[in-house]
């Protein structure tokens, strides 16, 4: 059993009409599970909550429930754009049993970190479940500050913070708020700096397309082999440049997805897939092959 806590933020598998694609999904959640995965993050940035039909995001929360239970660690994306709509995403899955529930700095409009502390705090005082923060600069605008997630990590149920950030960021955030407060780094490409660092969360989307081998980096840092774990990290860096730099990253996942025999399109319109030339050439990506050859 290992100490460190990998968490995947899922894609969502939609069937052509864009309802949840039952089969597809399950596949997808039951290989984290059966990989070593700790946790799994629905409807995060990962699965694109936001494009969601408001039934699917609710038959997306019930069935991640359903298929987990007494497997791992659910936690379930509901940040929005402000506090109303933040509070309805809540109520839609509170009454399910899931760990935690995870908001996204609200977007659109930018809100000043005073104003961003009344937030918080608001939104986890009409919650029934713990309330993980998530900053996520690059893609709502908004930083956080250390202030800010100081003033709001002394609120009961405020459980912890998800950082999407710099490690350098982060690592600062840990050692300011210590155990007390649960920070989860999304550092993939530092999987193993980060064990040997003494933080045991890490949490990314490119887990679910390589859970076994993104679990395997733990497993050798653990046991104290860092030239394997390097050797293991170097590989899940490459894998994550190829299909989140190099190509369209929701399109590339679901023709990685679908290659492996999971079924389903994780890039709702109006994102376009791959052309048929696109996806040739990123199945023939070494990196791609050396996945796709893993059990074989």
Known sequence: ???????????????PDESLHQEGFEAHLDEQWRSGIAGVLVAGS?????????????????????????RGEVLVGVGDTSFVRTVERIERVEDLAI??????????????????????????????????????????????SFDTVEAVATHPNIAGIKCSG??????QLVDRVGDRFRVI??????????????????????????????????????Q?????????????SAFLEVVAVKYPVFAACTAILNARGIAGNVAPAPIRPLTA????????????????????
Not at 224 to 236: K, T, V
Not at 277 to 296: F, I, S, T
Request: charged fraction near 25%; aromatic fraction near 8%; hydrophobic fraction near 40%.
């Open 46 to 70: 990962m699965g694109l909550m936001q494009l969601l039909a408001d039934t699917t995001y609710r038959t997306l929360a019930q069935e991640a429930v359903r298929l987990s239970r007494g």
């Open 166 to 171: 710099s490690w350098d960021w982060t690592r």
């Open 224 to 236: 104290g082999d860092w030239p394997e774990a390097a050797r293991r990290q170097q590989w899940l």
């Open 99 to 144: 760990d935690g529930v995870v908001i996204l700095t609200p977007y659109l409009w930018k809100y000043t970190q005073a104003e961003l502390v009344d937030y918080f705090r608001a939104v986890a005082d009409r919650s029934k479940k713990p309330v993980y923060l998530y900053d996520l600069p690059g893609l709502t605008g908004i930083k956080l």
């Open 277 to 296: 030339e696109q996806r040739h050439a990123l199945l023939d990506e070494p990196v791609v092959r050396e996945l796709l050859n893993d059990g074989r």
């Open 1 to 15: 059993m290992l100490n460190t806590r990998l968490i995947t933020a899922l894609c969502t598998p939609l069937a």
């Open 185 to 222: 780094p999304a550092q993939p490409h530092l999987v193993d700096t980060i064990i040997r660092s003494g933080v045991r969360d890490n949490l990314d989307g490119i887990y679910g397309l390589a859970p076994r081998r993104s679990v395997a980096i733990a497993e050798a840092a653990e």
